[in-house]
């Protein structure tokens, strides 16, 4: 048997011969370059809008990642902004006078492609306007089929400065059900706008599981009529897709790519600096505990005993709940409550061996001061021993967090990967099927722990000459 | 020598005086243990004694309500009412004993815990409408025995077979794939599981049922049964699945430590069968540290899991310890903790006792 390696760039080298120790450096130098992108792909003003619902508006509601489509065959709808610049290049207006009345008309025409084999999950148009005087608004849908829907007809009275128009509406959903009455001559018991407007002419045309999808360009026309030629509009229309980006999105419409990303150097900071943090303080006081002896020892001892009796997760529960603090207060605390635990009685039991050993008397008998022996000769022998022991220990502060964050006990304003998971619980995604909100996180955590693990137990292999052995 | 001889030679060997001693030492420091996880736990439930001002201006609300719907107290004049007022919120203030400071509260509060009186809570009521925190405990206590102590004994059943079966054949595949399994398994936490099995096994397989405990109120006691039984299946399999790889690595890495021991090698060497080796030399020497960890293990099983029981919709004292934070009721979260606290330590002090019993080191100790 060869002695164990010292430093840190011997342990690694050993690492990198076992497989597991391959395995968990492969994904921790996947987890750095997640780290070195983020920054690039969302800077930190983005994520400062993670919990505004008003920045994520442009994306749907709880959409599946569109590498989904590989897996169904089926071409999925992604979500088709027309935007008020869109709208403006076809914008004609005309003013009529006539004596002292006044008469502006304005009209604006926009078309998509719609060839994708699902609905879309919902639609909303916005629009922002002038109106001095009154306005009235019609907005039409001009199917590839050439029916035309009247989707609004509506007199706006004079201050109105914006409206909003979504497939949720009653009256959105009421003009749907029209439609198919006056396709089919039946009223449908379900009434789905973004279904029955983009369905082929048929009696299930309102059935989401039956209906076929019309395909081919769409046209959305707004004609607007006015008194006075200061008054304008402008329009935006959004057909909401079932698919979004790599990761999908969650209730709330925010791209799960952002939140999971940011997540990502938040977890690692978190549970590193909480591992290091612990596992160094509990081994300078093993350190101190087993070479000094007598009451010093005593004390850190009972202390020790004291602190690992004291149950530490229902406190930290109760803290975060009454006290609603931030992630790194957190850590603070959570460094506080274990500056003594298991490490601080094996390190001891280690330094007992080593405190006897010869090269420790020699620097004991030619004067060195007790300090210098601790720092010098000991600590660098118990060292690798802590590297394993931060490894390992990594995993649990990962998921201390997540099952903080997953009780909506979390960061206030980072996501974080179980602050993402948490609300997928609750919001009862596993009941509605977006597994990608819970597996993908969950995926994220695991794969982080699981990386630390085997790492550790690589390390652990490495220095721990009893393990070598077996 | 027969078996009284030799408890005979041992009992002389211990140091009667010196094994007391330990023992008191040891009792006196974890009663100290005690007291102080319970007293830190009062003042974090209290807010630090805020949850009192917080009941004070609740007495104060409640009295003016009250007056103010009593059509004698009305007619009175305006300093009559007043004075009224504030006697009646002081009398109540004093019954319920929030006019002392909060520190001297406190120290009531420690002899209450300690005592076991635990007290009424606040908010939380149990099945039956009793306000007692010792019914409430008692009610919700059950089911996280019935799921974590059954799962823990269970797991670290499979665990432990697992183990040994690991260690008769180390280095094999079996070995190989199970310690990385165990790895794995025992880095991950029970909660976590429990959210990825229920998505698979029960929303989209629909295996089992999506948590809770019953499925529908019950009149007949089998069906009863059966049901808490079909609620119990998927979170028992979770929290043995997360648990048993961490028994199979702790014990084949012991049963192999002992099997390298010249005493194994001896009863080798005079030829032995492989299994009276397994069982009567390597087991025995196994069996103190894997017994110690289920003594621990099935203790703080006793308290639940509070974010599993959460995840699977569990009523037991996990789930009522969340409950209790929720709605800041501090008795109930004091109750929970001084219980724990209590059942821990006891557990460490019986094995101490044992140990000390069984160990010479520990046995001669300041003797």
């Known amino acids: ?470 | 020598m027969n078996k009284a001889g030799k408890q005979r030679r041992l009992m002389r060997k211990i140091n009667i005086p010196g094994y007391l001693r330990f023992l008191a030492k040891r009792a006196i420091f974890l009663l100290l243990t005690l007291m102080i996880a319970t007293y830190l736990t009062i003042i974090i439930a209290n807010f630090g004694g805020y949850i009192d001002e917080i009941l004070k201006s609740q007495i104060e609300w409640e009295v003016s309500w009250e007056l103010s719907r009593d059509p004698a107290f009305r007619k009175l004049p305006e300093e009559e009412q007043e004075r009224i007022r504030l006697r009646m919120i002081e009398d109540r203030i004093k019954a319920r004993g929030l006019d002392k400071p909060f520190i001297l509260r406190s120290i009531i509060y420690l002899r209450d815990a300690l005592t076991l009186s635990l007290g009424r809570a606040m908010y939380l009521r149990s099945a039956g409408g009793s306000s007692r925190v010792a019914d409430i405990i008692l009610e919700r206590l059950p089911w996280s025995v019935l799921l974590f102590t059954t799962g823990t004994i269970l797991s670290a059943l499979v665990g432990i077979y697992v183990g040994l079966y690991m260690a008769k054949r180390a280095l094999g595949v079996f070995d190989r794939s199970m310690m990385v399994t165990a790895i794995l398994t025992s880095s991950i936490p029970a909660w976590f599981f429990g959210i990825i099995f229920l998505l698979v096994f029960s929303i989209q397989l629909g295996i089992f049922p999506p948590g809770g405990l019953v499925s529908r109120p019950h009149t007949e006691l089998f069906a009863y049964i059966i049901d808490v039984l079909y609620h119990l299946a998927l979170p028992l399999i979770t929290w043995v699945f997360a648990s048993f790889g961490g028994w199979a690595y702790v014990t084949r890495n012991i049963v192999i430590q002992i099997m390298r021991e010249d005493f194994v090698m001896a009863a080798r060497a005079k030829g032995l069968p492989e299994r009276r080796i397994l069982y009567k030399y390597v087991l025995r020497p196994a069996a103190p540290p894997i017994v110690t960890m289920l003594a621990l293990a099935i203790i703080a099983s006793w308290t639940g899991a509070i974010i599993t029981e959460t995840v699977f919709s569990w009523p037991g004292l996990g789930t009522l310890y969340w409950e209790a934070i929720g709605v800041m009721d501090a008795p109930v979260i004091i109750g929970l903790t001084v219980i724990y606290a209590y059942l821990y330590v006891i557990t460490i002090f019986i094995l101490d006792l044992v140990y000390a019993l069984l160990d010479p080191r520990v046995r001669t100790l300041g003797g």
């Open chain 1, 1 to 470: 048997m060869s002695a164990p390696p010292v430093g840190a760039k011997a342990i690694l080298k050993e690492v990198l011969r076992t497989k597991s120790g391959i395995i968990a450096i492969a994904i921790l130098a996947f987890l750095v370059c997640v780290v070195v992108i983020v920054p690039l792909y969302a800077p930190y003003d983005v994520v400062k809008k993670w919990n505004d619902p008003r920045a994520w508006l442009d994306n749907p509601r709880c959409a599946a990642p569109e590498w989904v489509e590989l897996m169904v065959g089926k071409k999925l709808p992604r979500t088709i902004k027309i935007s008020m610049e869109d709208f403006r290049a076809t914008k004609y207006s005309t003013v009529l006078s006539h004596g002292n009345l006044t008469i502006k008309l304005i009209r604006m025409m926009a078309y998509f492609d719609y060839d994708y084999d699902d609905f879309p999950s919902e639609f909303g148009i916005m629009a922002n306007m002038t109106c001095l005087k009154g306005m009235k608004v019609d907005i039409k849908l001009i199917r590839p089929d050439g029916d035309e829907i009247l989707l609004l007809s509506k007199v706006f009275s004079s201050g109105e400065s914006s409206f909003m128009l979504s497939s949720g509406d009653s009256e959105v959903k009421l003009i749907a059900s029209n439609y198919v009455a006056e396709v089919t001559g039946i009223s449908p018991s379900l009434r789905l706008p973004q279904v029955i407007l983009f369905a082929e002419k048929s009696e299930d045309m309102w059935n989401p599981s039956k209906a076929k999808v019309l395909k081919g360009r769409y046209k959305i026309v707004l004609e607007a009529t006015s008194f006075t030629p200061e008054d304008d509009i402008d329009l935006e229309v959004i057909i909401y897709g079932k698919v979004f980006g790599v990761f999908g999105t969650d209730s709330l419409r925010r791209d799960l790519l952002v939140g999971l990303l940011w997540g990502a150097p938040v977890a690692l900071a978190f549970a590193l600096t909480a591992a290091t943090a612990v596992t160094l303080i509990q081994t300078f006081l093993g350190i101190v505990s087993g070479y000094f002896g007598g009451k010093v020892d005593e004390i850190i001892q009972r202390f020790t005993d004291l602190m690992m009796i004291i149950p530490v997760l229902p406190i930290l529960i109760l803290i975060s709940f009454l006290y609603r603090i931030g992630i790194w207060l957190l850590l603070v605390i959570i460094v506080g409550f274990s500056i003594v635990g298991s490490t601080t009685k094996v390190v001891r039991s280690m330094v007992l061996q080593i405190k006897e050993e010869q090269y420790i008397l020699a620097a004991v008998s030619y004067g060195a001061s007790s300090w210098r022996i601790i720092f010098r000769h000991i600590f660098p022998r118990v060292l690798p021993y802590t590297f394993s022991l931060i490894a390992l220990a990594v995993p649990s502060y990962i998921f201390l967090e997540a099952a903080l964050s997953f009780l909506g006990l979390g960061d206030p304003v980072l996501p974080t990967w179980g602050k993402i998971l948490g609300e997928a619980h609750a919001e009862g995604a596993a009941y509605y099927g977006y597994w990608w909100w819970i597996l993908i996180p969950a995926g994220f955590i695991a794969l982080t722990a699981i990386a630390f693990a085997l790492l550790g137990y690589a390390i652990d292999k490495i220095v721990n000459p009893r393990l070598r052995e077996i």
